[in-house]
């Protein structure tokens, strides 16, 4: 009997092992990438320049990660509504202030204002979005 019950575990270990490393590979966090997956924005004569864009918090990686903000959604420091001295933008009907490391200084080569946000969601939690970085527009 105890021969069984040994078998019974090991058959159930040796079908446990591989579902739980092919669910660490298939879950585990990856790193941020560009999700121009299909290729849309490969012919924009502005892809490359929005490939090289950086904040001080690192790469923005692209266009197609990028949401334009229409000028409603954006506040510039200073602005009536804006005594913070920061950025702010809206996402999802929240205000969010701007880190000062997240502004992209160069030229806005696109002329809109977009933003690169990183959300993070849980259950039972209260959505917590970061600013990756943040180009302002004309506001025109």
Request: charged share 25%.
């Amino acid at each position: 009997m105890k021969s069984k019950a040994n078998w019974r575990n090991q058959t159930i270990l040796a079908a446990l092992v591989p579902a739980v490393l092919f669910g660490s590979l298939v879950l585990k966090p990856h790193g941020a990438a560009a999700r121009d997956v299909d290729g849309r924005y490969a012919d924009s004569p502005l892809h490359g320049w929005f490939e090289s864009l950086r904040s001080g918090k690192g790469p923005c990686c692209s266009d197609a990660d990028g949401t334009a903000l229409p000028d409603v959604d954006w506040q510039a420091p200073g602005q009536a509504d804006n005594k913070g001295g920061h950025y702010r933008v809206r996402i999802e009907g929240q205000w969010w202030d701007v880190p000062d490391e997240a502004v992209i200084t160069e030229p806005n080569r696109a002329g809109r204002t977009m933003v690169w946000p990183v959300y993070f969601r849980a259950v039972d939690t209260s959505l917590r979005v970061e600013i990756r970085c943040f180009m302002p527009g004309t506001m025109t």
